[in-house]
């Protein structure tokens, strides 16, 4: 019998822990073998004591090396079975000019992304695969490509029976950014345009399957702190409410995007139809 896998196709180091940390971990508890896919190296994130692109003290080699050393630390607290590193450079945020260079994983052609996702995909033969939503509210150039070239890769190699994109309800962001006002925590000011609410608003209502994770959130929890370098001890992030963790991350959501097995909708496991 075929070994079940789960591949999980992401942007940058830390992404894994922050939308599919809960999945990894309770797949891999059940014993399916789970394969992360990081695309690029994470060379904008922060460098010490959260120093931006661009600023003294930030070292691209430096960062990224960083970066990776806690993807290794982080997949390790999730149980991941392989991590595969596409080596690709990161794009920086939408509006910053990083993203215009030639060796932005961005402006890499998309066939040839796709082609190093399908050899992983031949060599691994998962029957599902997750990765975001390239149409999602969260537009950052790397997350896009990244999904754009997995959908293309399992497009065009037809190896996984199912393939899922992320998703997460707005409500539940409300729920976590109200207690930490109420907290009198001093969040970011995020403004969200109309448009913005409407992808989200329309995201939501393709949500097709919900996974319970509750019994997995201090590991997913763990896998993201492994990333200090991104998420400081004095992050909003370390001061959200167990209980209002638990309600609003106790579950994560995707959207059925392909299938082969016929699983009626909705689902509350990703191998539905497969087992």
């Known amino acids: 019998m075929t070994e079940l896998t789960l591949m999980a196709v992401h942007a940058h180091p830390d992404d894994e822990a922050s939308s599919t940390g ?7 508890d059940e014993g399916i073998r789970t394969i992360v896919v990081t695309c690029t190296n994470g060379e904008f994130g922060d460098g010490p004591g959260g120093v931006k692109p661009g600023h003294d003290g930030h070292d691209t080699t430096d960062v990224a090396q960083t970066r990776l050393a806690e993807l290794r630390e982080a997949c390790k607290h999730l149980g991941v079975s392989e991590l595969e590193l596409l080596g690709y450079h990161d794009s920086g945020m939408p509006d910053w000019e990083y993203r215009h260079r030639p060796e932005a994983f961005c402006n890499v052609p998309l066939a040839a992304v796709a082609g190093r996702i399908g050899e992983l995909l031949g060599r691994y033969q998962p029957q599902v695969v997750v990765t975001y939503d390239p149409d999602g509210a969260y537009q950052h150039p790397d997350h896009v490509h990244a999904s754009r070239a997995a959908i293309e890769a399992v497009t065009r190699t037809g190896i996984p029976a199912k393939l899922y994109l992320t998703a997460m309800r707005r409500s539940s962001w409300r729920q976590v950014f109200e207690a930490l006002r109420e907290q009198g925590e001093n969040l970011p000011d995020w403004e969200i345009t ?3 609410e409407r992808v989200m608003r ?4 393709r949500i097709t399957t919900t996974v319970d994770i509750t019994s997995f959130l201090d590991r997913k ?12 001890e ?3 992030f370390t001061k959200i409410p167990p209980e ?3 309600a609003a991350f106790g579950v994560e959501m995707f959207i059925r995007a392909q299938d082969r097995t016929g699983a009626p909708l909705p689902e509350a496991d990703l191998f539905a139809g497969l087992r």
């Open 22 to 28: 809960g999945v990894l971990a309770k797949y891999a």
């Open 194 to 196: 109309e448009e913005e």
């Open 202 to 205: 329309e995201s939501e209502e």
């Open 221 to 232: 929890r763990a896998a993201l702190l492994a990333h200090a370098s991104q998420i400081s």
């Open 234 to 236: 004095t992050s909003w």
């Open 244 to 246: 209002v963790a638990q």
